[in-house]
């Protein structure tokens, strides 16, 4: 029986507390493991695919080395993005398994890995020109993200106000707890069509009042 060591890795803390991106690797490497051998342990670092000083990674090759096992990966990219580094870690004899790709061998992985980083180093020269030519051109790189945030907060603000409306003055006078459970009795939704908790409510009425008394 094969023993394996799962190593995942997400770019940044809010992808590691939301699982985005990490779910999708656990699905894949428990697909791949449960029809090979066993997982013995996994690791997780929340670190840039550029930066190769991964403490997690360093404590999976570790014990790989320990109990002779593989260390399973679910995609090259998550893994790194650098040649040298995946060739450093195939140098020291440790067997690096790629659930989305399994039949792979090394060299092939050295190829996927260098067609990668390539790719990505035209990504980058593209976008800095794109970036350049935007900037000759007079373009005020950022707007629309600027735009995109000034339209959330005054769609945020009409909401709370528009739920504020519905709120007589004897149920503002009730708990958050009280409001909320109302609210869902009712029917009634928040601007993302989910059900209303006490701290919903207590978000929404405070935006209400800050923007009642900031004025338009």
């Keep these: 029986m094969i023993k394996f060591v799962a190593y995942f890795r997400v770019s940044t803390q809010r992808q590691g507390k939301s699982g985005l991106g990490l779910a999708a690797q656990h699905r894949k490497i428990s697909e ?48 790194s993005r650098r040649v040298s580094f995946i060739a450093g870690i195939l140098e020291q004899g440790i067997g690096l398994v790629c659930a989305e790709m399994p039949n792979a061998t090394d060299f092939q992985l050295h190829i996927f890995a260098a067609l990668a980083q390539e790719e990505r180093r035209l990504i980058s020269e593209r976008t800095k020109a794109a970036l350049a030519e935007a900037k000759r051109r007079g373009k005020i790189l950022g707007s629309n993200g600027r735009n995109l945030a000034a339209k959330n907060r005054k769609d945020a603000d009409d909401f709370a106000s528009q739920l504020r409306a519905k709120l007589d003055e004897d149920l503002l006078r009730r708990s958050y707890c009280e409001i909320a459970r109302h609210l869902n009795d009712a029917g009634i939704t928040t601007a993302t069509g989910r059900k209303f908790y006490p701290q919903t409510v207590k978000n929404y009425l405070t935006r209400h009042r800050e923007f009642s008394d900031g004025g338009i």
């Excluded at 997982?39 to 080395?65: M, N, P, W």
């Design 32 to 79: 791949f493991v449960a029809g090979e051998g066993t997982l013995i342990a996994d690791f997780c670092d929340v670190q840039s695919g550029k930066d190769d000083s991964r403490t997690e990674l360093q404590k999976a090759i570790q014990l790989a080395k320990r109990e002779n096992a593989k260390i399973v990966i679910a995609r090259l990219d998550r893994f």
